[in-house]
């Protein structure tokens, strides 16, 4: 099988391997750069010129560094991607995590309408980067660590939620965040730039299931 394998091709139900990894994480600030610019490459020949178009050698030549280079932190197109996806989820984990710091004794409402905010912060930063590799997502390999974030995540919305006394907090968290999505992903590919209106619907929607209109 090519180094470029798997994006675009079907997959069954189950996997064998786990979604691929760097082959090692860099230590000097020298090495971090180069492995730091690989991803940018790629996250930008992604969001330009679309999945078709990435190859290890276009991706090589836009980080500026050899292929050998690339090769040493990345076995595979696909393992820079799942790292892509890592990437993208550990943002959206500690904007989580920052905003129910900051919300800390704050009332339910206050605490709502701030991780509404945050949810579309992480979403209009990462638009159309983040749908794209959601696409990719689905035909890779499950990934553990993927799956730790995302229950990281959970966490710390439920425990929030648990804070305010909120009945059933793992599953309120569950369906607040879907909600959250629900209306965000629509709302940011029609074009939307008026977020502050966004959030203010989502607001409404959100508290309304907590019973706080």
Same mark, same amino acid.
């Given at each position: 099988? #090519?180094?470029?394998?798997?994006?675009?091709?079907?997959?069954?139900?189950?996997?064998?391997?786990?979604?691929?990894?760097?082959?090692?994480?860099?230590?000097?600030?020298? =090495?971090?750069?180069?492995?730091?610019?690989?991803? +940018?490459?790629?996250?930008?020949?992604?969001? *330009?010129?679309?999945?078709? %178009?990435?190859?290890?050698? $276009?991706?090589?030549?836009?980080?500026?560094?050899?292929?050998? #280079?690339?090769?040493?932190?990345?076995?595979?197109?696909?393992?820079?991607?799942? +790292?892509?996806?890592?990437?993208?989820?550990?943002? /959206?984990?500690?904007?989580?995590?920052? /905003?129910?710091?900051?919300?800390?004794?704050?009332?339910?409402?206050?605490?709502?309408?701030? /991780?509404?905010? %945050?949810?579309?912060?992480?979403?209009? *930063?990462?638009? !159309?980067?983040?749908?794209? $590799? @959601?696409?990719?997502?689905?035909?890779?390999?499950?990934?553990?660590?993927?799956?730790?974030?995302? =229950? @990281?995540?959970?966490?710390?919305?439920?425990? $929030?939620?648990?804070?305010? !006394?909120?009945?059933?907090?793992?599953?309120?968290?569950?369906?607040?965040?879907?909600?959250?999505?629900? /209306?965000?992903?629509?709302?940011? *590919?029609?074009?939307?730039?008026?977020?502050? =209106?966004?959030? !203010?619907?989502?607001?409404?929607? =959100? $508290?309304?299931?907590?019973?706080?209109?």
């Amino acid at each position: 099988m #090519s180094k470029n394998s798997h994006i675009g091709n079907s997959h069954p139900l189950t996997h064998p391997d786990p979604a691929p990894k760097p082959k090692k994480t860099p230590r000097q600030a020298r =090495a971090r750069a180069t492995f730091q610019a690989i991803l +940018e490459a790629a996250a930008h020949i992604l969001q *330009h010129s679309g999945p078709t %178009a990435l190859t290890t050698n $276009l991706i090589a030549e836009r980080a500026g560094v050899s292929i050998g #280079s690339l090769y040493q932190y990345f076995p595979s197109k696909d393992a820079i991607i799942s +790292e892509l996806i890592r990437e993208l989820r550990r943002e /959206m984990r500690d904007d989580i995590l920052a /905003m129910a710091q900051f919300v800390e004794g704050h009332p339910l409402d206050f605490t709502v309408q701030r /991780m509404v905010r %945050a949810s579309i912060h992480h979403h209009v *930063h990462t638009y !159309g980067r983040a749908e794209l $590799l @959601e696409r990719l997502e689905e035909h890779l390999p499950p990934d553990p660590e993927t799956r730790e974030i995302k =229950a @990281e995540i959970n966490h710390i919305v439920t425990e $929030l939620l648990r804070s305010h !006394g909120v009945e059933h907090p793992a599953q309120a968290a569950f369906d607040l965040t879907n909600l959250v999505i629900g /209306m965000a992903h629509p709302a940011l *590919h029609s074009g939307e730039t008026d977020f502050e =209106a966004l959030a !203010g619907r989502i607001d409404r929607a =959100a $508290l309304g299931y907590l019973g706080r209109t």
